[in-house]
């Protein structure tokens, strides 16, 4: 049983360009969450997928997007890139409302 | 809306010596609660849950905690620490469907 993997795990990029970040999700799970986990933070709920519709979002501005595919892995887009929006994006996975289990993240700097 | 707050930022303890760490919750409804740990640039592990039931919850690593819903809150403790239990210890709720409300964290540092 594979684990949830997030790539890459690391990316530097420039403001104002868009970043897309990938997440598998744990076999067998239809769940994917992601979580916005600023330096010196706790993890932030941005939004959820279920079987491939959007599932909640928290407090993140519209240049925040997501996709979720057949196989249940799922993408974050940051469109127009600012400062803030440096951290570690953790994805997390579960089988419906059952435990979720939480990939290693990618590190994002914006300069 | 459910929070949790987390009174201590960071905790100091000597190896194999006890450690509390505090977590208080907010909620008007059924909570669910979780302990996670993260060590240095990885993802979060989770340490134990609450969900109904027995009010000790034990978990891995010789961690438990206490859920009190008279006092809401639900401590993490662990009788005897070691150096390897330095890392970041997350308090989080379960607002549905797994949507994790999580605290702002506890810099657990154990000494020799």
């Known amino acids: 049983e594979t684990g949830v993997t997030q790539s890459p795990t690391h990316l530097i990029k420039t403001r104002g360009q868009q970043v897309t970040l990938r997440c598998s999700s744990q076999?067998?799970?239809?769940?994917v969450s992601w979580y916005q986990q600023a330096l010196g933070q706790g993890p932030q709920f941005i939004f959820q997928?279920?079987?491939?519709?959007?599932?909640g979002r928290g407090n993140f501005p519209p240049r925040f997007s997501g996709l979720q595919f057949p196989n249940y892995s799922s993408e974050l887009n940051v469109n127009a890139l600012e400062l803030d929006d440096s951290a570690l994006y953790l994805c997390?996975?579960?089988?419906?409302?059952?435990?979720?289990?939480f990939g290693q993240g990618t590190r994002l700097t914006v300069v | 809306a459910q929070s949790v707050t987390q009174l201590d930022s960071q905790v100091p303890v000597f190896e194999e010596a006890p450690v509390e760490l505090r977590c208080n919750y907010s909620?008007?409804?059924?909570?669910?609660l979780f302990w996670y740990v993260q060590y240095p640039n990885q993802g979060l592990q989770l340490l134990l849950k609450?969900?109904?039931?027995?009010?000790l919850v034990k978990g891995i690593n010789g961690f438990e905690a206490e859920f009190n819903k008279s006092q809401t809150s639900f401590h993490l403790r662990k009788p005897s620490v070691h150096i390897s239990d330095t890392a970041e210890y997350f308090c989080?709720?379960?607002?549905?469907?797994?949507?994790?409300?999580f605290g702002t964290g506890t810099r657990l540092l154990v000494s020799p």
């Open positions: 076999s067998g799970h239809n769940t």
């Open positions: 997928y279920y079987r491939e519709e959007e599932n």
């Open positions: 909620s008007s409804v059924s909570v669910y």
């Open positions: 989080a709720v379960n607002t549905g469907f797994q949507k994790l409300v």
């Open positions: 609450y969900l109904s039931g027995s009010t």
């Open positions: 997390a996975s579960s089988y419906q409302d059952t435990e979720a289990f």
